[in-house]
């Protein structure tokens, strides 16, 4: 009985030193290991992280939406531009209209020569030999002469009306430009005006006359090599002169020597010299301008369907 006491105080004294040791060796584990989620925690979490997605894609869709209908330049800087391209387009008329005049008098000029070089002409197709030395494009082709000198002047007169009609265009798209006053504030009317007239009429009467200008130095230029081809012919035969007496008065035949072929030849040289000249800077003013009246055409349309959205908007506002 004794031994039994004994014993039991022994498991007694021994047990509160224990305890704790198996309790942390029970805790420990436990505490390390973290629980899974249920599968609704996960559905959730997911859809709220697409929610998320989906807030931030309307925003950025809004924010682009703004920037399609908030333009990076404004009607007026594009008008702006307009009146600067305008201003440019019509500094080069200015400088196209001065030599107007000069290319009127050398058509004039080369119209009444023409007519008077017509009957020599004539007379020319009747020699056989003078019709074989004939310049390009009338060699072989000495009966085509008879027609060369009045098409030639029905051409130099068509030279004439247009340009009588360019200058008429040209000084309506200079009043056009020159009521515009950036200082009352660009006026849309007025720009559109002005950019659609350049762009229809102003471009139209300009390669018209600048092609019928390059038809007169091509009448020139023939007649030049027909002349000087006469020249060179004369000097080597007297077919010319004896077989065109039915043609030629006698006081004709005695100005149209070598001195008079040689004199009519240098002159007429001169002459186009010049008006090719000339012409050769009329052709590069047109084109420089003929990317200023696409660019102001272009800038026109840009304004106009800014303030067609512009107009859209307000409407949508109210």
Known sequence: MKKTLLCLAGVAVM???SVPAVAADAVAPSAAVVPALSCEDAMKRQEEALDALRREKALLEEK????????????????????????ELAQNTRAQRQSMADFEGFVRWMSGSLAGYEKYIQAGTVVAGFARVLPIPYAGQASLLTKFASQGILSLNATSASITKYLETSQKFLARVDAIDPAKGPAAAQ????????????????????????SAADISSSTLSFLESVNHYVGSTDEYWSKTKAFLARKDADKNDKSFLASSIEGLRNRAGGFNGKLKLFEETAQKDLPLIKNVAVYDGLVRELAGKGS???QAAR
């Open 15 to 17: 047990l509160p030193a």
């Open 64 to 87: 682009l939406k703004a920037l399609e209908c908030t333009p990076t330049v404004s009607g007026d800087e594009l008008m702006q531009k307009n009146i600067r391209q305008l201003r």
């Open 191 to 214: 720009l559109s005006d002005a950019a659609r007239f350049a762009d229809g009429e102003l471009l139209r009467d300009m390669s018209d006359v600048q092609t019928k200008l390059r």
């Open 312 to 314: 859209r908007v307000s």
